[in-house]
């Protein structure tokens, strides 16, 4: 990356640099997977299938999913593994196939090694919630190429990374299919020109559902998404919208928006994976079939735009495309995300701690679907109760805060209870 496109970038407010032309020349792509047993990461490896002479696999990584973990580590040989602690590196290790014997490393900073190994010029952070945040970090304090499919990243520490990416040259090329589809609405355009971001949300399995439906869902239920196929955790928070309030704040990080130019309208069909509005009045969409094949590939090997396997849209058989409001009253997670922005002082940490903490207390039946909010809601006045300073913009003081706030979380549920 030149000093000249360092400083367009500036000036467009994007994150990060984006790559330069070394890299983006340079093939076969070495691959470091973060969360490669999830559903990101299963999907990534379905993208490197199809074409193996354009990525060679450095390193896997997939936490407590050991078995199948093993079977990748069986088809690609990389020289680096990683696992959640030393009781699954073991398991591992003996499952691994006859003369193959890699290095596994455990627990954060063994994904914290992996995201910054000299050799990887592409990382996956794709783990789930805000254990992904360390790795993320690594990479970005590495200079890496990094395709984010941890939103929460941002989420917590959107300022800590770009603040990384713009001292290290690292770039950030969004996987999240919303945040892909505005990233590729806004190539070739001065982000200045920018009159707003619209992020389309299916509405999850409950739009259109009352208050009284709400009150008896079920987490069968809550995980059946109509469109997407994903894993519990972002099902939940597709269900109660939570997962839509998270990519407004990736949104206002990502692209340097403010609040005011980010919007959300609901779109059941997932057909339009986001829009960009400028100041003509024109408005640029990203259609296609709602596969995160699309968009991984679209990361990995950027900038080529590779073959997916990934079914064509076929426009005359899609019908209606239909767009509505999101009903705030029903489901305030999108508004709780919005006012954790706005607020700052370590509120995004804390709604995003509280929702995990009730998401998987939802999840073992212990609190009901409307507590989820109701919950997120309580730990954010406690915090807003709490004496603070604006001080939550490094990874230690994040973390910390996070930790405060699952056990406050837990402790609200437990009095609810």
């Known amino acids: 990356m030149n000093m000249k496109q360092q400083e367009n970038d500036g000036v467009n407010g994007y994150i990060s640099p984006l790559p330069d032309a070394a890299w983006n020349s340079r093939f076969p792509r070495s691959l470091v997977l973060l969360g490669s047993t999830g559903s990101i990461g299963t999907s990534a490896l379905r993208v490197v299938e199809r074409q193996p002479e354009l990525f060679r696999i450095t390193a896997l990584a997939g936490a407590r999913n050991v078995r199948l973990l093993a079977r ?4 690609y040989r990389p020289p680096h593994l990683a696992v959640i602690n030393g009781t699954a590196a073991d398991e591992l290790a003996s499952l691994l ?79 999240d299919s919303e945040h892909n589809a505005i990233f590729q609405a806004l190539q070739g355009h001065d982000a200045a020109q920018m009159r707003r971001i619209i992020l389309t949300a299916s509405g999850g399995p409950f739009r259109g559902r009352d208050r009284t439906f709400l009150q008896s869902v079920t987490r069968e239920q809550a995980l059946n998404h109509p469109n997407w196929s994903m894993g519990a955790k972002i099902s939940i928070d597709s269900a109660t919208l939570m997962n839509k309030g998270l990519e407004v704040i990736e949104a206002c990080h990502l692209y340097n928006a403010p609040l005011e130019k980010v919007e959300v309208v609901v779109h059941p069909q997932s057909i339009i994976h986001s829009l960009v509005e400028y100041n003509d009045g024109s408005q640029i969409a990203h259609m296609g079939t709602p596969d995160m094949r699309i968009a991984i590939a679209y990361c990995l090997g950027w900038p080529r735009v590779m073959h997916t396997g990934v079914e064509p849209l076929d426009l005359l058989s899609v019908g209606s495309l239909t767009f509505e409001s999101p009903d705030i009253s029903l489901f305030p997670c999108l508004e709780l995300a919005r ?79």
């Open 72 to 75: 990748q580590a069986a088809a």
């Open 97 to 175: 196939p006859a003369g193959y014997r890699p290095r596994i490393h455990t627990g954060q900073e063994g994904y914290e090694f992996l995201a910054a190994l000299p050799e990887a010029d592409c990382v996956l952070s794709a783990q789930v919630g805000a254990a992904g945040l360390r790795a993320t970090v690594a990479a970005a304090r590495a200079g890496k190429t990094i395709a984010l499919a941890n939103k929460e990243s941002l989420v917590l520490a959107g300022g800590l990374i770009r603040r990384l990416c713009h001292e290290t040259g690292a770039s950030v090329l969004p996987v």
């Open 339 to 417: 006012k954790a922005y706005a607020g700052g002082n370590g509120l995004p940490v804390v709604l995003n701690a509280a929702n995990e903490v009730a998401v998987d207390l939802f999840l073992q039946g212990a609190i009901a679907f409307l507590d989820i909010p109701r919950l997120i809601e309580a730990a954010m006045q406690a915090h807003d109760a709490a004496p603070h300073q604006n001080m939550y913009d490094e990874v230690e003081s994040i973390l910390t805060l996070d930790k405060t706030t699952r056990r406050v979380t837990a402790d609200l549920a437990g009095a609810r209870g």
